[in-house]
Each structure stands twice: as C-alpha cells, then as structure tokens.
C-alpha cells in the first residue's frame, strides 16, 4: 500500500502564487496522477473442523426489533481473524481507514469499493427455525462473525461470537439512506456514484445518482454508515458517520485542483526534481525542461519544493483555491545534510525514521533509512530546518538543522525509552484489537493494535498499573515494574450493566452510555447501541456510579446512579425525551451562502455543525423553547451581530462579512525582504517578501501582529482603506553570543542551544560559539544547552551582558525513597517537578519498595508533595541537584523532623523553609527558588499548618509576599529542627 505523509493543517494559509505564462514552444507537462493502490489481500480463514463428527457448535435466535422471532432469516458465518474493510488501518496516521480524517484517505476508500474487495464473506449459511433460532456445526476456531438479513429486515451482525455462547441478532426494519450529490456551486451532479458500507456489518450498498444528483441507498440494516460519493472530474467527498433515517445527505463534490510547477534558475528552466507534500500526500516527479504538473489534488494546504544537481528552492507552503495554482520555484544556492542516528552509545539505531521539516514545522522530506545508513537529504536551500527522529523503542528527537552551502553533518542521538509491552486478551485467550490501555500513574494511554499487541513508553523505571476497558469485552488490571516485556492483560466480565435506551415508546439505535465515578474515572461505551438499543458495560469495578445516556436527537438523560457487583449484570431502561433544532442558514452581506461555517450556541449544549454547500445547518438536540445564541465562525468571513435562536422555532440567517484581502511588503530594517514570516495565522513564504492575505478588521482598521525568526515581532494597527499595508518593517532581534565548552575547557561542536522562552533553538559551530536571538517580551530568560547526557544552563537578559558561557556537566544519579504521609514507602508513585532553570518538567515513578533512581540534569528543582499537585495550598521541595549522584527521599522519612508554623493566611503571600542561617532575603525573595534545600508553601490553606520530611538541623523562616514587594518586607525567622513546639509568625 502506498504510505502518505502526515502534513498538519490547522488553518487555511493563503500565499501569494507566481503567475507563470507557460511558454508556447514548450510541449505541455505532463499531469502526475496518484499512483494506482495495491490493496491488502484478504486471505480466506477456515472456519470448519477437519472432521464431520468433529468441532464446536454455535446457536443463536434472529429477533426483529420488538424481539419477536424472525423465521426463514438467512444467517451468514465467517471468522473473526477474517479481515474486512473495517479493520484496514490509514498507513500514515494508524487511524481506522473508515475514521481517518484526512481527505486523501477517502481516495483510498474508494479503491475498495471500486475493487469490491474488503467486505464480508459468509464461510457458512444456516437458515432460521420458526421459532429464529440458528445452528452452526462442526467449527474450528474460538471467534466468529455472525450476522443475518430477512425480506423486510436490515442486516445486523455479533462480532466476536463465541461457541457455546448464545447469539442473539436482532434486525432492525429496513431503511435508508436518501441525499444529493452537488458541487462546488451546489448544482447536482448526475451519475455520481454513491456508496456506503455499514460501520458495523461492512457489507457494501450503491447508487447512481439522478438528474438532479439524487440518490436513495435502500435495503439497509444496521448502522452507522460510511458514505463515500464520487463523479468523474470530482475528489471523492466522504460523510463518515451518517445514520439511516430522513435526514437527507448532502456531498458536495469538489473539482480536482492542478498545480502547475516551473522551475528556474536566474530565470531560465531547469530540469528538477518537483516534490509535494500534504496531510497523507506525498509526491515526486521529475520536471523536464523545468514544468511539472500535478492533477488530483484536494484544495488544501501543501509545501512545494524542487532540487536539482547542486541547487534548491526555498519550500513554498500553498493552498490551492484555484482549480489551476501555477507557481515558479526558483533554485538558488543550496546544501545537504548527512544524517547519522545513533544511541547514547554511540551504536547505530535499528531502523529509525528521519523527517526534515521547515522551521515551522510543515514536513518536506521523510526517510526510513536501513540500520547504520549514511542518510542524505536535500539539496535543501540555504537556511534553517528542524531534523525529527524516531525508532520503536527509543525517545523522539529533533536537532535545528541550518543548512549551509555544501555538506552539512549531523549526528541525531536517540535515547532509549523505558517500554512496557504487552497484549490485551479477552476472557477466552483471544487478542482484543483497538482497545484503550491506560497507564497509571501518568495518566497516559496508548492504543493496542489489530492483534491487541501494545507498547506504552513510561517517564522512568518502576512499578505501573495498566488498565483496559471494552464496554463488550469486560475489563482489566494488572501491576508491572518497568521494563517489562510480554505483559498479558486479560478482560474479563468482572461487574456488568445492560443499559436499554427508549424514545418515543421505542428502542433507540444509535445511543450512547456514560459512567464515571467521582474523582476516579470514567467508563464510556465503546459502540452505539443497535437496534435493540441496548448498550452493554461490561468489565466495570463493584462500586455505585453515576450515567448518563445519550443520542443525537434526543436530551440527554437525567443523572441517575447505578450500583454494580463483581460477577453480576444489573439491566436499566433509560427513557430519553425528543429534541429540537435551531435550523437556519449562513449568508454574505449579499445574501450568498457561506459553505463550511461552524456553528455552535451559546450555551454549549451540542456539538458545533458546518454549513453545507447552500449555507444551511441544524443544530439538533436542544432544549424546546429556550434561547440560544447562535455563533458562525469561518477563516474568511467574520460575524458581525448577536442572532439568537430558539428550537423548534423559526430559522435564523446569520450574516458574515467576507474578509478582505491585504497586500504588503514584510522588509528589514536594511530593506531586504523577509522571505519567511507569519501574519496572524498565515504563514507566508515569498521571494520578495509580498504577501496578500484575508485578514479580520475591527471597525475601520486591520490590527495584525507580523513575526519572523531573528526579528522583533511587529503589531501593526492602520486603516482598513485602502488594503495596502504598505512597507512592514521588523527590527532584528538583539542576540545572545556564547560558548558551550567542557568540563576540560575545551569547546563544544553541535551542542543545541536554546531558552526557556524561546521558540527556536540553534548548534554551536566547530568552537563552540553561538548566536541566539534573544525572546520577545522576555527581560530575563535562561540559556540552555544540551548534547546528549550532557547539559548546562545560564541566566541571560535582553538588558545586561549578552554573552554567556555554558559549561556542559553529566547527568546526576538521583535515587531515594518516597514516603506516604503515615510514614510507609509510596509504591508506585509519581512524582512531578520542573528544573527551575529551565523550565523542564520532570516525572518519576517509585518502584514496589517505593524507591526510584533515575538519571537528571543537574540544577535547580521544585517537586510537587501534596497530593493534587497544586502549585496553591500543597508544599513543594526546593531542592539542587549536582555531582554525580545524589539521595533525596521524600516525604516522612526516619529520622526526619515536622515542623508546624502558626501564621495568619493571605492571598498572594508564601511560607519558605530553607536549610540554613539566612540573615537577609530579598523583597519579595525570588531568589530562594533556587535555594540549595527546602520547603515552599504558596497561599497556605488555613492558619496552623505543618510541613513533614526535614533532615535535621537548621532552617530559615520566610513569611512574604510571592510575586511583589511590600512595605514591611518578608518576616524572617530561624529554628533548629526538630523542635519542642509551633513557630509563630503572625498573631
């Protein structure tokens, strides 16, 4: 299958194109189309037993949707290893294909309705008794596929169905799903193809659309469904979620875009290698006599590049709202980069992934090398890049890559993870595909694949609880130390809850089922309900929670508790109440529909809907005959007045004014154009630094903030007439020189500098010496630098001295041990802190016994003691961190003192505890936040507080202010610890 590269797009940008007029005596270029898909192979699974007096047997009954047996139904059997269209995976993204939402993957779904391939294909057939029951003999395997359809009856389908487990399928009444097929103008498109295939029962469905694009997908049984439409001339538009019923669809079909390339250099054509890039798109083609033309394109966002020998132009990010978008590249002077990754080691890295992105961020060129592969990107132009790398079983890393004429040699260091890997079964000893495994203490989640098989990477060494949920499949827990491999994580029934949903008098398709228990967790349905409306919790711990049910069209239900117990199945019926709607439509001042607003109200009590090619929405499931106000929110357009809307009553019209277009110059002081920079959220990239933009205008004039890398950022305010903003000019940012050196004294190469305030980073050269631009903003700021274990930091100001010197130390081993509050070990637990220098947040997690050991950086830290981890109210430990290794126990250790003070609480003020005699402090005392060893109290809860875990000896006192000064500055006081009774500070 063909791999597509993930290239983000959160906001429209709109860059201004080079016309080219393609000379007359150059043949045309020739159009790259998408390569034609390989789709996977679907190898038939058996599901019979060698022997005919052999193997399992299977029963079940077919009921209709009132639950009256359903004779004479046909009843299908595969198995459930056997692979569908359902369980294929987007390649870039790792998303199911049928939820992925990028537009290139619907291409990808149209290749298997094309090619009739990925669906389900019965191994056996049975036919109901007149009582619906069903029976299938002589199996082999422990997980079927079974699903049935009758005359009248839509199909319905059990995953997962065991031998010797009762089935029961319940069909729903035949239904269907009716729209339009339009395009860009909302004229319907005659002969569209329409498909769709049930997220449920993947059994395929298609219609032609009439003369005036409508269709009708009849015969269909249980959803959701994933509808895809097509047209020749059309990209294929996708509605991946749509429920039968009345509710008309509308796919609005957009026209192929053509990118049109020429490449030159001092203005002449070059032959060159042209390279796109988009969210899933990745494309190449040789362009001869310097023209390229690409067809198939979405009007999206993509980066466009070319090299050639030597030479490379500058990437150009694009958003192609034309049918037709010409550009010309011209290629300059330019460089490679020769990549090596390696381990912290120094060994070659197993098969990592490489991928060079622009300073912004936008991917240009993506490589997976082999094991100890010299990797070469570019030519690359003249100028800065971020290198990315990745490889299973390591960290992620970036280096800045500044690419400078000829070779440029990187080594890309991957530190290794600390990996817990695993499987997750169900109660039978099957693999549970795409199930949820969350982590804790850190809270994270990974997802586990088509076989259950998972691999989660964890901060640090130690004792972890995995857990997994399946509202079908049961739950489960287990407890491993990291790292750990082969961990087996089985489901079981455990508490179960059947939660049957009505409306209307009956059940609900489509609905939904929410638990949570306070302050612990939250359990929510893993699939809607089908047609018998039934959702099933199972694998719940005992206990009482709160649920909630929903459905789209309906209220959502009233908060009810439930009570479940260990090997029990408690049934509810949940009664929802019908809806209403706010229907209305989004219009121009001139009265033209606005396609792809988002609407939502105010109060949120639904989720935002986009307007469709008419300019139309409905917001469903609101409260009958209460106001809502009503928000459109588009990149182009801005809305101007409140509407307010109320459900069930009459449509709204929401008025939006277009945004207009801006056009300028962003130049240096000096008057050199800035070729890269940021308007707001476009990000331009321009030659000669013109730009043409949309952007939103408060009254009568346009306020715009203008940033580029090096430079001060700019706040321009000017009239909105007329649209040209003239020459934009930027003040370069004052810079930080420096040298990072050893501990020898020797300078440092390829070391990566940065700041805690800064957005870029930037290598020492061959002595070690750099130039960073200083933040904006920022007065003070830490200079960072780091090469592999190695690490430093350094204070530095836009006002003061602007060259520092980092000298780069090893990594501390810091062990210890922490302590509950009652004095016992804290086995697996998580601590969290920040290095206060840097502003790096840190985690570790105890073992069993409770200790830990882990590598730092060395400096200042502040940990989190209490439990919610709040900077307000909770102690946190000050504490620096230097030499080669350190202990540092937390909490209530032997032999450790409490120290309880008596102050008079106020907002604003803090308590500090630090080890020693201080005989002055600052006002208010910041500097005590890199204080050598002890205790911050910000904002005390209450006047008698007592802080635990002191060493003992002496400590200063320190009752002040936390951000400003004050007339009477900081109450200092020493005590010897431990001591007879209560420090007062206040009265």
């Given at each position: 299958m063909r791999k597509w590269f993930v290239i983000g797009a959160a906001t429209a940008l709109v860059v201004v194109a080079v016309a080219v007029l393609w000379p007359r005596d150059e043949p045309p270029p020739t159009p790259v189309a998408p390569v034609a898909r390989v789709l996977p192979e679907f190898e038939s699974v058996e599901v019979f037993s060698s022997g005919a007096s052999e193997g399992l047997t299977l029963t079940g009954r077919v009921l209709d949707a009132r639950g009256a047996p359903v004779a004479g139904a046909e009843v299908f059997l595969s198995a459930s290893a056997q692979k569908t269209l359902t369980s294929v995976r987007c390649d870039e993204c790792g998303e199911a294909l049928l939820a992925c939402p990028a537009r290139e993957s619907g291409l990808h779904a149209l290749a298997f309705f094309e090619q009739a391939r990925g669906f389900l294909q019965p191994k056996a057939t049975v036919r109901t008794d007149a009582q619906g029951r069903f029976r299938f003999e002589h199996l082999a395997g422990v997980s079927f596929s079974v699903w049935a359809r009758a005359s009248g009856f839509g199909a319905a389908m059990r995953e997962r169905a065991a031998p010797g487990e009762p089935v029961e399928l319940y069909l729903p009444p035949l239904r269907s799903i009716g729209g339009q097929v339009v395009d860009e103008a909302g004229r319907g498109l005659p002969g569209a193809h329409v498909y769709a295939v049930s997220r449920k029962v993947p059994l395929p469905s298609e219609a032609v659309a009439g003369p005036d694009g409508s269709f009708t997908l009849s015969g269909l049984g249980e959803g959701p469904f994933y509808v895809l439409a097509t047209a020749s001339g059309f990209l294929p538009a996708v509605e991946p979620l749509v429920e039968a019923g009345p509710q008309p669809v509308r796919l609005r079909l957009e026209p192929s875009r053509t990118l049109e390339v020429r490449v030159t250099h001092q203005g002449s054509p070059v032959t060159a290698t042209v390279r796109l890039k988009a969210d899933h798109l990745a494309r190449e083609v040789r362009a001869e006599r310097g023209v390229a033309r690409f067809e198939d394109l979405y009007p999206d966002e993509l980066v466009v590049s070319a090299e050639a020998g030597k030479l490379g132009a500058a990437p150009r990010t694009l958003t192609l709202s034309e049918r037709l978008t010409q550009v010309t590249l011209e290629l300059e002077e330019a460089g490679t980069l020769l990549v090596t990754v390696v381990d912290e080691a120094g060994q070659p890295v197993p098969s990592p992934e490489l991928v060079v992105r622009t300073a912004r961020g936008k991917p240009i060129q993506t490589q997976k090398p082999s094991t100890g592969e010299l990797v070469q990107?570019?030519?690359?132009?003249?100028?800065?890049?971020?290198?990315?790398?990745?490889?299973?079983?390591?960290?992620?890393?970036?280096?800045?890559?500044?690419?400078?004429?000829?070779?440029?040699?990187?080594?890309?260091?991957?530190?290794?993870?600390?990996?817990?890997?695993?499987?997750?079964?169900?109660?039978?000893?099957?693999?549970?595909?795409?199930?949820?495994?969350?982590?804790?203490?850190?809270?994270?989640?990974?997802?586990?694949?088509?076989?259950?098989?998972?691999?989660?990477?964890?901060?640090?060494?130690?004792?972890?609880?995995?857990?997994?949920?399946?509202?079908?499949?049961?739950?489960?827990?287990?407890?491993?130390?990291?790292?750990?491999?082969?961990?087996?994580?089985?489901?079981?029934?455990?508490?179960?809850?059947?939660?049957?949903?009505?409306?209307?008098?009956?059940?609900?398709?489509?609905?939904?089922?929410?638990?949570?228990?306070?302050?612990?967790?939250?359990?929510?349905?893993?699939?809607?309900?089908?047609?018998?409306?039934?959702?099933?919790?199972?694998?719940?711990?005992?206990?009482?929670?709160?649920?909630?049910?929903?459905?789209?069209?309906?209220?959502?239900?009233?908060?009810?508790?439930?009570?479940?117990?260990?090997?029990?199945?408690?049934?509810?019926?949940?009664?929802?109440?019908?809806?209403?709607?706010?229907?209305?439509?989004?219009?121009?001042?001139?009265?033209?529909?606005?396609?792809g607003a988002s609407v939502s109200v105010l109060p949120r009590m639904a989720e935002p809907v986009t307007t469709d090619a008419q300019g139309h929405f409905e917001v469903r499931a609101l409260k009958p005959g209460r106001p809502y106000l009503v928000e459109a929110r588009h990149s182009g357009y801005d809305q101007r007045e409140r509407v307010q809307g109320t459900p069930g009553g009459d449509p709204v019209r929401v008025v939006m004014e277009v945004r207009g277009k801006f056009r300028g110059r962003v130049v240096a002081e000096d008057g050199e154009p800035i070729k890269r920079f940021r308007l707001d959220e476009h990000d331009v990239t321009s030659p000669d630094g013109r730009f043409e933009v949309a952007l939103p205008t408060a009254g009568d004039r346009v306020i715009v903030?203008?940033?580029?890398?090096?430079?001060?950022?700019?706040?321009?305010?000017?009239?909105?007439?007329?649209?040209?903003?003239?020459?934009?000019?930027?003040?370069?940012?004052?810079?930080?020189?420096?040298?990072?050196?050893?501990?020898?004294?020797?300078?440092?190469?390829?070391?990566?500098?940065?700041?805690?305030?800064?957005?870029?980073?930037?290598?020492?050269?061959?002595?070690?010496?750099?130039?960073?631009?200083?933040?904006?903003?920022?007065?003070?700021?830490?200079?960072?630098?780091?090469?592999?274990?190695?690490?430093?930091?350094?204070?530095?100001?836009?006002?003061?001295?602007?060259?520092?010197?980092?000298?780069?130390?090893?990594?501390?081993?810091?062990?210890?041990?922490?302590?509950?509050?009652?004095?016992?070990?804290?086995?697996?637990?998580?601590?969290?802190?920040?290095?206060?220098?840097?502003?790096?947040?840190?985690?570790?997690?105890?073992?069993?016994?409770?200790?830990?050991?882990?590598?730092?950086?060395?400096?200042?830290?502040?940990?989190?003691?209490?439990?919610?981890r709040e900077f307000s109210g909770e102690p946190a430990l000050l504490v620096q961190v230097e030499g080669g290794e350190k202990r540092l126990d937390f909490g209530p250790a032997p032999g450790t003192a409490s120290l309880t003070v008596q102050l008079k609480s106020e907002r604003g003020k803090a308590l500090w505890v630090i080890a020693g005699d201080m005989r002055a402090v600052g006002n208010p005392p910041k500097e005590l936040i890199r204080a050598s060893y002890g205790q911050l109290l910000y904002q005390p809860r209450g006047d008698r507080i007592t802080l635990q875990g002191f060493p003992p000896g002496r400590y200063t006192l320190v009752w002040s202010n936390f951000h400003t000064d004050t007339e009477d500055g900081p109450v200092v006081r020493t005590v010897d610890l431990p001591t007879s009774g209560d420090v007062v500070l206040a009265p």
């Open positions: 990107f570019g030519p690359l132009a003249v100028g800065d890049y971020v290198l990315e790398g990745r490889a299973k079983g390591f960290r992620d890393a970036q280096l800045p890559a500044r690419v400078m004429p000829g070779e440029t040699s990187l080594e890309l260091e991957l530190a290794r993870a600390t990996l817990i890997t695993g499987q997750v079964l169900d109660q039978y000893g099957r693999p549970a595909p795409n199930v949820s495994v969350l982590v804790q203490p850190t809270g994270d989640a990974v997802l586990a694949d088509a076989e259950g098989h998972f691999s989660a990477a964890v901060p640090t060494p130690g004792l972890y609880e995995l857990h997994a949920h399946h509202s079908e499949w049961g739950g489960g827990q287990v407890k491993v130390t990291a790292p750990a491999e082969g961990v087996r994580l089985e489901l079981e029934p455990r508490a179960s809850l059947e939660v049957t949903v009505m409306g209307e008098g009956r059940r609900l398709e489509g609905a939904d089922v929410l638990l949570w228990v306070d302050n612990e967790g939250i359990f929510r349905s893993d699939s809607s309900s089908g047609p018998d409306g039934m959702v099933p919790m199972r694998g719940l711990p005992p206990g009482t929670y709160s649920m909630v049910a929903t459905h789209p069209d309906y209220l959502p239900s009233e908060r009810q508790k439930v009570v479940v117990a260990d090997g029990q199945t408690q049934r509810v019926t949940v009664t929802l109440e019908p809806g209403a709607g706010i229907q209305g439509e989004v219009v121009d001042t001139r009265g033209a529909p606005v396609e903030s203008v940033e580029a890398a090096g430079f001060e950022p700019l706040m321009v305010d000017k009239p909105a007439q007329p649209n040209d903003l003239g020459d934009l000019v930027l003040e370069r940012a004052p810079s930080v020189t420096g040298l990072v050196r050893d501990e020898g004294g020797g300078p440092v190469a390829d070391a990566v500098v940065g700041c805690d305030a800064c957005e870029d980073s930037v290598m020492t050269g061959p002595d070690g010496r750099f130039t960073l631009p200083s933040p904006p903003f920022v007065a003070k700021f830490s200079v960072t630098a780091r090469k592999g274990r190695l690490s430093a930091s350094a204070s530095a100001s836009r006002e003061g001295p602007r060259t520092v010197e980092l000298v780069l130390k090893p990594a501390t081993r810091l062990s210890g041990t922490v302590y509950r509050p009652d004095g016992t070990p804290a086995p697996g637990f998580q601590l969290e802190g920040v290095h206060a220098d840097r502003g790096e947040p840190i985690s570790i997690v105890t073992g069993p016994d409770g200790r830990y050991s882990t590598d730092v950086s060395p400096g200042h830290y502040r940990f989190a003691l209490g439990a919610a």
